[in-house]
């Protein structure tokens, strides 16, 4: 069971959310500049990568890195859990971590770092439809509007509607993984729920990781991966990027909600999509036109009125990214 947060300092629990994003921002822009070639002016070696490796490995060496950690803390008792659930935790891992980190990457290395974060963060909208479809949830107008600007948003972010007559020629495929994306974020979201809730988080992340590690291996196994030859340059650098994407960035987030509470901590994570896109013009020269920005904002409003009171505060526990 995961304890109540202590809620006397809020600001460190912003904070550290706020750390949190920001890593998530930077391994957006990492991702981007490894898919793309654009390390290789600055490590020769350092070719480009498939987001398939990128997502095996990340999930494989955070794997390995947790595990041993909680095994030396805790032993075989920190990992452990009920057969219903552990199954719960393996259709999570699998449709929920690996379909998203995968697809949300490929996103990135067919469009850009906006339009990938930005449509896969309007999950807690379909999570919100989905309850409001089977009842879970009550219609009011507060949850139709946030719908409502989500999908508004979407449409200017990705060139459907505002782009005066000339299209945006965002990659179809692209678009497509990024949608298959946040539909998969929402899977995790109503799937997880109740087992976050019941469950300690870094038991649960042992186990969706576990489940994705094992699937890439069915779809990349071991001797494919030896016969592609990475440089040192690349595995070094896909090591790195599972620490900074998992292992740091889930400590502080985690860390963070022993100060918020869970609609709170939601709405500070927002900062994901803001520093993805301000450090991908920063450090990779992306540009965005004024109709999708005004998209992204859109987006973001209505993850905001989502979480507000009124609203449906499950509608995401934690981020995947």
């Known amino acids: 069971m995961n304890p109540g947060p202590n809620t006397k300092h809020p600001w460190r629990g912003y904070l550290l959310i706020a750390g949190a994003a920001f890593l998530w921002g930077i391994s957006a822009s990492l991702g981007r500049a490894v898919f793309t070639g654009r390390l290789e002016s600055v490590f020769p070696t350092l070719h480009p990568v498939d987001p398939l490796i990128v997502s095996q490995t990340r999930s494989t060496f955070s794997l390995l890195i947790l595990l041993a ?3 030396f803390h805790r032993g075989l008792q920190g990992v452990r859990l009920p057969r219903p659930d552990l199954l719960r935790c393996l ?7 690996a379909a998203s980190n995968y697809y949300y990457y490929v ?10 974060i930005i449509v896969q963060y309007t999950a807690p909208v379909w ?24 999908i508004s948003g979407i449409a200017l972010v990705i060139g459907l509607v505002g782009s005066g007559g000339s299209a945006l020629k965002l990659d179809s ?17 109503v799937a997880g729920h109740s087992v976050l809730a019941r469950y300690d988080r870094w038991r649960v992340l042992i186990w969706v990781l576990a489940s ?4 890439w291996l069915f779809v990349n196994p071991p001797w494919k991966v030896l016969a592609a030859h990475y440089s040192a340059a690349q595995w070094g650098f896909l090591f790195i990027f599972s620490m900074l994407s998992v292992l740091f960035a889930f400590s502080l987030y985690f860390a963070g909600l022993q100060y918020l509470e869970p609609a709170r901590a939601i709405i500070g994570s927002c900062l994901e999509p803001v520093f993805s896109i301000v450090l991908a013009a920063v450090l990779l020269g992306e540009t965005l036109r004024a109709v999708q920005t005004l998209g992204i904002a859109l987006v973001l409003a209505a993850i ?4 507000l009171p009124g609203g449906d505060a499950s509608a995401m526990v934690e981020p995947i990214e």
């Open 127 to 150: 999570v919100l439809l989905y309850v409001m479809v089977r009842g879970q949830q009550k219609v009011s107008l507060q949850k139709i509007a946030a719908a409502g600007v989500a």
């Open 304 to 307: 905001v009125i989502v979480q």
């Open 212 to 215: 994705a590690s094992a699937f």
């Open 173 to 189: 495929a692209g678009v497509s993984a990024a949608l298959i994306a946040s539909f998969s974020f929402a899977f995790y979201n």
């Open 69 to 71: 950690i909680v095994l």
């Open 91 to 97: 259709i999570l891992g699998l449709l929920g971590v």
């Open 107 to 116: 996103a990135i290395q067919k469009t850009n770092v906006a339009t990938a």
